[in-house]
């Protein structure tokens, strides 16, 4: 009997997962890889940390070489093969041996195409000038390496302000040199919404990284001493010993494109449920392929490892007959800025915005990551978007230096489950004084949405404040040591029953503290009191992010 013969196009995630868990499924199929570079799977995520000396030796980037394929799975990894074209008609591939030049064919019973994306690399003056750089592949960050090294470089500009860029500059950092970042979005993280980025920004700035945010690059160029200057749009000339560009990756659809296969309106490979593509016999897997948000089913590129690992397995099983689906993505994502935690699922509140999602809230939460009394607790700003129908979880995004992870792992795994804010309320997680609290930051999340479903807690925000409101601050008196509000009633928490009759009985009253905690108390008081009263979720921190942003806009 003929052995099934499954071609794969292309390494790292999804192609190396796929082939993998092809060969446990059929240890009978013939299956080849074909990688035009010169590694099969590596950790890309990885590069900025051998760039910034923290991964000190480029082997430990490596997760697996041909001779790990052939011996452990009785997989042909052939480096240095780029294929060139797929005839459908016959089920055949032409590959170009990169390192003879010459070509052959390969016929397939099933091609998995994993081909990735390459870095944007704007068509502007001066784009292609020495000293500027893009990183995707362990070339790239052997080159970055290399001349930092060799032109002692002292100054850097990274165009973008996304999680390569940020990863970027911390790693730069790390290695001596004055960093400056330039993003064209309001501010960093455009996958952020702007009052959680705010603290990003904060820090950032805090270990002197330059930001210029809403300007973008126009080009660049030398100036008469040879040194690379870049110029943005907001009329700025930035001199540079080495540029890097993080604005983005484009899919690599070139290959199916020219195959007839379908694209995606998003310019993806369109695939199916099963990563098949509109050819039976073909799919495809990885940050080439376009993918569907799992919240509002709408279509999206997302070059995340965990998804293409996730579709290699799915393409697997579907060619082996197995009836394996991908549910899709929430876009989960993780990032470090120095000794701070960024982390994000689901929808941000823009994105409910864009897609016309009216019946959500957000609130706003400051606590820490574990009890206060236990040494090194430390904030984590959460934000939580849900639905006010159900209460079913929307998204959410938190930042701090410990127990992030930990709190947007959960918050994922509720979405994905279509859980309710009642659901994170009830949640039992573990606890110890050195990992979290009786009330982890996730139940209090789900009791302060909760309360707000209930109509135990109405709630204001500091971006919709009406303009006839009054701002009650219930901070204890030596806590004010800022000028903030001056027009606020300051009313401690501890003198507000005694105090209630200085409160005007017909106008709205907006309560606040720093963190918001006490102003709930507050805003519990005065409703039994029948007063018009509403907390300003987050307190005094989410005030200041949100005033930032206001302030840029």
């Given at each position: 009997m003929k052995k099934r013969r499954i071609l794969i196009v292309g390494g790292v995630a999804g192609g190396a997962s796929a082939a993998a868990r092809l060969r446990r499924l059929c240890e009978d199929c013939e299956i080849v890889i074909f990688e035009r570079g010169a590694y099969v799977s590596f950790a890309n995520c990885g590069l900025p940390y051998y760039i910034g000396d923290v991964i000190p030796e480029e082997s430990d980037l490596l997760l697996a070489s041909p001779k790990l394929f052939r011996e452990r799975f009785n997989i042909d990894v052939r480096l240095h093969n780029e294929v060139l074209a797929i005839h459908r008609e016959q089920h055949v591939i032409t590959v170009m041996d990169r390192t003879t030049q010459q070509t052959y064919t390969e016929p397939y019973d099933a091609l998995i195409l994993s081909p990735g994306a390459s870095p944007l690399r704007p068509r502007l003056p001066g784009i292609d000038l020495p000293g500027v750089f893009a990183l995707r592949t362990i070339p790239d960050s052997q080159q970055i390496r290399a001349w930092i090294q060799e032109k002692q470089a002292k100054r850097a500009v990274i165009i973008g302000a996304g999680f390569i860029g940020l990863e970027m500059a911390e790693n730069l950092h790390h290695r001596g040199l004055s960093v400056t970042m330039v993003e064209m979005a309001?501010?960093?993280?455009?996958?952020?919404?702007?009052?959680?980025?705010?603290?990003?920004?904060?820090?950032?700035?805090?270990?002197?990284?330059?930001?210029?945010?809403?300007?973008?690059?126009?080009?660049?160029?030398?100036?008469?001493?040879?040194?690379?200057?870049?110029?943005?749009?907001?009329?700025?000339?930035?001199?540079?010993?080495?540029?890097?560009?993080?604005?983005?990756v484009r899919p690599e659809t070139t290959l199916a494109r020219d195959a007839g296969l379908q694209l995606g309106e998003r310019g993806g490979i369109?695939?199916?449920?099963?990563?098949?593509?509109?050819?039976?016999?073909?799919?495809?897997?990885?940050?080439a392929v376009e993918v569907q948000d799992t919240l509002h089913r709408s279509a999206l590129l997302m070059p995340l490892a965990g998804p293409a690992n996730r579709q290699g397995r799915i393409a697997a099983d579907h060619i082996m007959g197995r009836s394996s689906t991908f549910r899709g993505v929430q876009a989960t994502a993780i990032c470090g800025i120095f000794d701070l935690t960024v982390a994000t699922t689901g929808c941000s509140e823009n994105i409910l915005r864009k897609m016309g999602h009216t019946h959500y809230e957000k609130i706003y939460l400051h606590p820490s990551h574990h009890v206060g009394y236990y040494p090194g607790a430390k904030p984590i700003h959460i934000k939580l978007l849900f639905d006010t129908n159900d209460g079913r979880i929307l998204g959410a995004?938190?930042?701090?230096?410990?127990?992030?992870?930990?709190?947007?792992?959960?918050?994922?795994?509720?979405?994905?489950?279509?859980?309710?804010?009642?659901?994170?309320?009830?949640?039992?997680?573990?606890?110890a004084p050195q990992y979290g609290a009786a009330k982890d930051p996730i139940n209090l999340a789900g009791m302060i949405a909760s309360n707000v479903l209930k109509k135990d807690l109405p709630l204001a925000h500091w971006d919709q404040l009406e303009?006839?409101?009054?701002?009650?601050?219930?901070?204890e008196m030596h806590e004010k040591t800022d000028a903030f509000c001056p027009d606020a009633l300051q009313i401690p928490l501890s003198q507000l029953r005694q105090r209630i009759h200085e409160i005007p009985k017909h106008q709205p009253i907006r309560t606040f503290c720093k963190y918001g905690q006490r102003g709930y108390y507050a805003t519990r008081v005065l409703l039994q009191h029948g007063l018009d009263a509403a907390n300003l979720s987050g307190g005094l921190l989410s005030f200041h992010a949100t005033h930032s942003r206001l302030h840029r806009t």
């Amino acid at each position: 009997m003929k052995k099934r013969r499954i071609l794969i196009v292309g390494g790292v995630a999804g192609g190396a997962s796929a082939a993998a868990r092809l060969r446990r499924l059929c240890e009978d199929c013939e299956i080849v890889i074909f990688e035009r570079g010169a590694y099969v799977s590596f950790a890309n995520c990885g590069l900025p940390y051998y760039i910034g000396d923290v991964i000190p030796e480029e082997s430990d980037l490596l997760l697996a070489s041909p001779k790990l394929f052939r011996e452990r799975f009785n997989i042909d990894v052939r480096l240095h093969n780029e294929v060139l074209a797929i005839h459908r008609e016959q089920h055949v591939i032409t590959v170009m041996d990169r390192t003879t030049q010459q070509t052959y064919t390969e016929p397939y019973d099933a091609l998995i195409l994993s081909p990735g994306a390459s870095p944007l690399r704007p068509r502007l003056p001066g784009i292609d000038l020495p000293g500027v750089f893009a990183l995707r592949t362990i070339p790239d960050s052997q080159q970055i390496r290399a001349w930092i090294q060799e032109k002692q470089a002292k100054r850097a500009v990274i165009i973008g302000a996304g999680f390569i860029g940020l990863e970027m500059a911390e790693n730069l950092h790390h290695r001596g040199l004055s960093v400056t970042m330039v993003e064209m979005a309001p501010h960093v993280l455009p996958i952020l919404d702007d009052d959680v980025a705010y603290y990003a920004e904060q820090h950032l700035l805090a270990h002197g990284v330059r930001l210029h945010l809403g300007d973008g690059l126009t080009g660049l160029s030398h100036d008469e001493h040879q040194t690379l200057v870049v110029h943005t749009q907001k009329g700025l000339r930035i001199e540079a010993d080495i540029v890097i560009l993080a604005v983005g990756v484009r899919p690599e659809t070139t290959l199916a494109r020219d195959a007839g296969l379908q694209l995606g309106e998003r310019g993806g490979i369109h695939v199916d449920e099963h990563m098949q593509t509109s050819d039976p016999q073909i799919w495809a897997v990885g940050d080439a392929v376009e993918v569907q948000d799992t919240l509002h089913r709408s279509a999206l590129l997302m070059p995340l490892a965990g998804p293409a690992n996730r579709q290699g397995r799915i393409a697997a099983d579907h060619i082996m007959g197995r009836s394996s689906t991908f549910r899709g993505v929430q876009a989960t994502a993780i990032c470090g800025i120095f000794d701070l935690t960024v982390a994000t699922t689901g929808c941000s509140e823009n994105i409910l915005r864009k897609m016309g999602h009216t019946h959500y809230e957000k609130i706003y939460l400051h606590p820490s990551h574990h009890v206060g009394y236990y040494p090194g607790a430390k904030p984590i700003h959460i934000k939580l978007l849900f639905d006010t129908n159900d209460g079913r979880i929307l998204g959410a995004q938190a930042i701090g230096e410990a127990g992030v992870d930990r709190r947007i792992d959960v918050l994922a795994m509720a979405i994905q489950m279509n859980a309710t804010v009642f659901d994170l309320e009830e949640s039992e997680l573990c606890y110890a004084p050195q990992y979290g609290a009786a009330k982890d930051p996730i139940n209090l999340a789900g009791m302060i949405a909760s309360n707000v479903l209930k109509k135990d807690l109405p709630l204001a925000h500091w971006d919709q404040l009406e303009s006839n409101a009054l701002l009650l601050d219930v901070r204890e008196m030596h806590e004010k040591t800022d000028a903030f509000c001056p027009d606020a009633l300051q009313i401690p928490l501890s003198q507000l029953r005694q105090r209630i009759h200085e409160i005007p009985k017909h106008q709205p009253i907006r309560t606040f503290c720093k963190y918001g905690q006490r102003g709930y108390y507050a805003t519990r008081v005065l409703l039994q009191h029948g007063l018009d009263a509403a907390n300003l979720s987050g307190g005094l921190l989410s005030f200041h992010a949100t005033h930032s942003r206001l302030h840029r806009t």
